[in-house]
C-alpha cells in the first residue's frame, strides 16, 4: 500500500490542477497527471490500495470547500482508495516522536518549516506508518524530509516514470495519408484572467 499527499492526490481530482513543481530542481514535473494516472492504474491492477490520510484530503479538499461530496463519493465509490483518520494510534506514534525529539533538543528535528506544517507533516507521516503504507508520494519536501527521519521512502512525482504513449496503427496511417499538420495555437495565458 502506498500513502499519497495533499499535492499528489490534487492532481488525481481535479483536472484543472496546477502543474507541481519538483522541489529538487524548480521546475514544472513534466507529464505529472499522466504519471500520477499511470500509478493509480498499476495499483488498482494489482488490488493494492492507496492511502490518503485525513490531514492530505483536506488539504485537498479546501480547493473545492464546500462543495466537497462530490470528490468524496468519487474516491469512496473506488476500492483501491483508503482514507484514512488520524487515531490513536498515529497519535502515540507523534507522541513517542516528539517526546524524543524534545529530548534531543529539538523538537522540529532540524527541520526549519513552522511548526504547525511540521504538525501537520507528521500526521500525514504517522497515519501512512501505521496503516502499513510501504511509501508515500509527494510533492513536498517537507514529507519527505519527514519520511526520511521516521524510515519510510517518500517519493516525488518526477520520480515516477513518463508513460510510454500507446499509438493508434490507423491513426498513424491516416496521418501518413493527410500530410503535416500546423501546430495548434498556443493558449493565451491571459485567458485565465
Not at 473545492?64 to 474516491?75: G, I, N, R, T
Not at 501505521?130 to 519527505?144: F, L
Not at 501546430?183 to 485567458?191: E, G, I, L, V
Amino acid at each position: 500500500m502506498i500513502a499519497l499527499d495533499a499535492g499528489v492526490l490534487s492532481v488525481i481530482l481535479y483536472p484543472q490542477s496546477p502543474i507541481p513543481k519538483d522541489f529538487k530542481t524548480g521546475l514544472d514535473i513534466d507529464h505529472a497527471k499522466e504519471r500520477v494516472d499511470q500509478l493509480v492504474e498499476e495499483i488498482r491492477q494489482s488490488g493494492d490500495r492507496i492511502l490518503i490520510p485525513t490531514p492530505a484530503l483536506s488539504e485537498a479538499l479546501v480547493v473545492v470547500a464546500p462543495d466537497v461530496q462530490k470528490y468524496l463519493d468519487e474516491l469512496e465509490s473506488q476500492a483501491c482508495f483508503k482514507i484514512a483518520v488520524f487515531g490513536t494510534r498515529a497519535a502515540v506514534e507523534i507522541a513517542l516522536r516528539v517526546k524524543h525529539a524534545k529530548q534531543a533538543g529539538d523538537k522540529k528535528e532540524g527541520l526549519l518549516s513552522a511548526w504547525d506544517k511540521v504538525k501537520y507533516d507528521r500526521q500525514i507521516v504517522a497515519i501512512a506508518k501505521v496503516e502499513g503504507a510501504t511509501a508515500i508520494y509527494s510533492t513536498d519536501k517537507d514529507v519527505h524530509d519527514h519520511g526520511k527521519l521516521w524510515g519510510l521512502p517518500v517519493y516525488n512525482l518526477s520520480d515516477l516514470p513518463i508513460p510510454l504513449k500507446q499509438h493508434n496503427l490507423f491513426q498513424e496511417e491516416q496521418r501518413k495519408t493527410e500530410g503535416p499538420k500546423l501546430p495548434a495555437q498556443a493558449a493565451d495565458p491571459d485567458d485565465d484572467l
